[in-house]
T-cell receptor, first 116, second 114 residues
Framework: SQELEQSPQSLIVQEGKNLTINCTSSKTLYGLYWYKQKYGEGLIFLMMLQKGGEEKSHEKITAKLDEKKQQSSLHITASQPSHAGIYLCGADRKGAGGTSYGKLTFGQGTILTVHP | EPEVTQTPSHQVTQMGQEVILRCVPISNHLYFYWYRQILGQKVEFLVSFYNNEISEKSEIFDDQFSVERPDGSNFTLKIRSTKLEDSAMYFC????????????FGPGTRLTVT
């Protein structure tokens, strides 16, 4: 069963447009991570959210975690070609002892294309 | 800015051969990880390592895999007898606690088993 689902799977936007990518978990999260990946390359850390209702921003990218800590959204304002890539959400869940060793479970990714 | 580094960037090996993938985590980090991504698929967790021992491992991480921190800087993943299905991108990651749970990934090693 899908533990972490991203939507949409792909997104094509015109430069300057706003966009949102969603990440939904079937279980309560300890932490939610957003990464950007260029095809065939490493994962670039964007943001990590841990508290219900938390919102973080970095440049034109804003990520939010809902109060129930099961859904997160990534919003890009005034998109640019440099934002193109694959956006991945990763879930960190508490282990049996109530702590986390940081094992991340990833969604399938959202492929973002930005046309100039 | 500190970063996770990995070597080699690309490794080609024959089936049945042993390979060692190397990583240098960020220097003040305490938790270390290996993940893999088969072409076109999700990034999958393999193993986490803390305080010189494995803290968690996935079903993928069977007896053919092992990890080691041979000195104060390197973190290695060894595959004893490679199979065709081991072909993937292997990512090392590291994290520091308790001030931050941010987990940083290296650029990856592309392993091709022929």
């Amino acid at each position: 069963s899908q533990e972490l689902e991203q939507s949409p799977q792909s997104l094509i936007v015109q430069e300057g447009k706003n966009l949102t990518i969603n990440c939904t978990s079937s279980k309560t999260l300890y932490g939610l991570y957003w990464y950007k990946q260029k095809y065939g390359e490493g994962l670039i850390f964007l943001m990590m959210l841990q508290k219900g209702g938390e919102e973080k921003s970095h440049e034109k990218i804003t990520a939010k975690l809902d109060e129930k800590k099961q859904q997160s959204s990534l919003h890009i304002t005034a998109s640019q070609p440099s934002h193109a890539g694959i956006y991945l959400c990763g879930a960190d869940r508490k282990g049996a002892g109530g702590t986390s060793y940081g094992k991340l479970t990833f969604g399938q990714g959202t492929i973002l294309t930005v046309h100039p | 800015e500190p970063e996770v580094t990995q070597t080699p960037s690309h490794q080609v090996t024959q089936m049945g051969q042993e390979v060692i993938l190397r990583c240098v985590p960020i220097s003040n980090h305490l938790y270390f990880y290996w993940y893999r991504q088969i072409l076109g698929q999700k990034v999958e967790f393999l193993v986490s390592f803390y305080n010189n021992e494995i803290s968690e491992k996935s079903e993928i991480f069977d007896d053919q895999f092992s990890v080691e921190r041979p000195d104060g800087s390197n973190f290695t993943l060894k595959i004893r007898s490679t199979k065709l299905e081991d072909s993937a991108m292997y990512f090392c990651a590291s994290r520091t606690v308790p001030t931050s749970y941010e987990q940083y990934f290296g650029p990856g090693t592309r392993l091709t088993v022929t």
